[in-house]
């Protein structure tokens, strides 16, 4: 089976700092001390509650570490962090200025680049190549990202003498909120402190794999991390029907690639740059190769104008 796969690049905020700190001062005359429950923080920036716009900008807050995560699954609420209540109250100038430099270094790829290219960075053809030659970014996501990126440090006022501080060894991340999720639910996939999904998809089945559970997706065969998984409605809120358990495809032993064992995937690149990957169980051989072409040519004939047909039949008659 022929499948279409999008790119995906390296995640980033998609609104720069400045953006991301006006966001920051409407969620707290919203809700103030309040912690605001994930799924309502739409409210702070007139957006529909449970928007996909709603999680992406409360993701962009979150890489910039102006808000943290407490709770999981339905439970999950969003705090302010202590750096962004600093910010807040503070009277001085120069006690938010430092603030904000912090916060500009808090994305991972802003603090990656900062460190190759500091204020004064490279022309953007430059720029251009190398985020998308030798870091895997798609055209359009390296375009947005020098825009977030000036913005950002333009903002912050950051400057080459400007030093980054780099966690030291035994310093521990911080560990990602325990999800309950469950096949059926209506989830995104956030990587980075950023959502990757246009809009949110259903879990069709969650595996084990070496001692760790991985979670697939409606319309992808890639396995996620289940600490990537942010639930966005219970299957059982949005009124699933009960065969839905029974049309879920079973669980396959899959590799965290997403190949499951025993298959083979090639991959094609067709005019436009876009990826086609081809997917079938065993090994390549003959056979399997004039099957697809079989398949191939009546889907051709399916898809073809019928009028060729009709002016034959027309002669015919």
Known sequence: MAEKTKDRSPSFPFIPLDEAIKRLQAFEQTFGRHPAPAAKVGLAWGMKESSSQAFQTLAALRSFGLVRYEGSAKDRAAFLTDDARTYLRAQQESVKSEVLK????????????WLVWG????PDPVCLDDLVLKHAFT??????????????????????????????????????????????DLV???????????????????QEHDGQDWVFIEGSETGFEMSQIVLQEPAAAAKVPPRLALEVEPPRTLAPSGVPDGWSEETLIDDEGDEIKIRYRGKASVDRYEFIRDYLSFKIGRLKPKTAKADNDGQQG
């Open 139 to 184: 055209d359009s996501a390296a375009r947005n990202f020098l825009k977030v990126y000036d913005t950002t440090i333009a903002f912050a006022g950051l400057s080459d003498s400007d030093t980054v501080i780099e966690p030291s060894d035994d310093e521990e991340a911080e560990a990602p909120p325990a999800q309950d999720v469950k096949v059926g």
């Open 188 to 206: 995104q996939i956030e990587i980075g402190g950023a959502f990757q999904l246009v809009e949110p998809k259903r879990i069709r089945a969650i």
């Open 119 to 122: 204020a004064d960075r490279p």
């Open 102 to 113: 912090k916060l500009a270094l808090e994305p991972t790829q802003v603090k990656k680049f």
